[in-house]
């Protein structure tokens, strides 16, 4: 089973440019997740999609992020403007079910890297 | 106070002997309750699913304690290759539905 793609690997811009990471989750995976990993800390959920529907995004900071999944299928993450604050990883997991009663499984991540 | 808590560590061990790590939540609604190891530099990987009756995995055993509202994991017999941050993650009831909530990690050194 191919596992969950993400791409770039990495990614270096100077703040106030915009970057957007893309993310094509497990064949027939209906839940989506992005979060964001700062070095040293746990991954905070960004938002969730439930096909192509959004279940949260309350931690989604929506003055300069925006996320995606128009078909269900892959998602894409912008961030417009970039703060150095942003420097993180970016990490994409899918489930079969929404309760992730079985976990999930995550991308590689891009790694952001803000100037 | 945080909705997942965990002591960063790090937890320094040799070889062949036992550790554990508790991962205390906040909201006695959450359900689904997983570890998850992250190597440096790398993606999490779920490393088992915990349940109140207990879940054992070869060297790994995970319970859950609603009653005191922590999920706990115990590693016997450690090895080298144990090194890494173990994640805990709780389903945490929020508005209707449920939201996978991380804690920030323990790191486990195992050492010769």
């Known amino acids: 089973e191919a596992g969950v793609a993400q791409s770039p690997r990495y990614k270096i811009i100077e703040k106030r440019q915009s970057v957007a990471f893309w993310c094509n989750p497990i064949?027939?995976?209906?839940?989506l997740y992005w979060y964001q990993q700062i070095l040293g800390q746990g991954p905070k959920l960004l938002i969730q999609?439930?096909?192509?529907?959004?279940?949260?995004d309350s931690q989604l900071p929506k003055d300069r992020f925006s996320a995606e999944r128009l078909k269900g299928v892959d998602s894409t993450l912008k961030i417009q403007p970039a703060k150095l604050e942003d420097s993180a990883v970016y990490l994409c997991?899918?489930?079969?079910?929404?309760?992730?009663?079985?976990?999930?499984?995550f991308g590689s991540g891009t790694r952001l890297t803000v100037v | 106070r945080k909705e997942v808590e965990q002591d960063p560590g790090p937890f320094n061990v040799p070889e062949g002997a036992t550790v554990a790590f508790n991962c205390t939540y906040s909201?006695?609604?959450?359900?689904?309750f997983f570890w998850y190891r992250q190597d440096c530099r790398k993606e999490p990987k779920l490393l088992m699913s915990?349940?109140?009756s207990g879940n054992e995995d070869g060297r790994f055993t995970a319970q859950l304690n609603r009653a005191s509202q922590y999920i706990s994991l115990l590693i016997r017999d450690s090895k080298l290759s144990d090194s890494a941050t173990y994640l805990c993650?709780?389903?945490?009831?929020?508005?209707?539905?449920?939201?996978?909530?991380f804690g920030r990690g323990t790191s486990l050194i195992v050492h010769p």
């Open positions: 997991a899918s489930s079969s079910r929404g309760d992730s009663s079985y976990g999930y499984t």
């Open positions: 064949s027939g995976h209906a839940t």
């Open positions: 999609f439930q096909n192509n529907g959004v279940v949260d």
């Open positions: 909201n006695s609604a959450s359900q689904s």
């Open positions: 915990v349940y109140s």
């Open positions: 993650v709780a389903f945490l009831a929020s508005g209707g539905s449920y939201i996978p909530t």
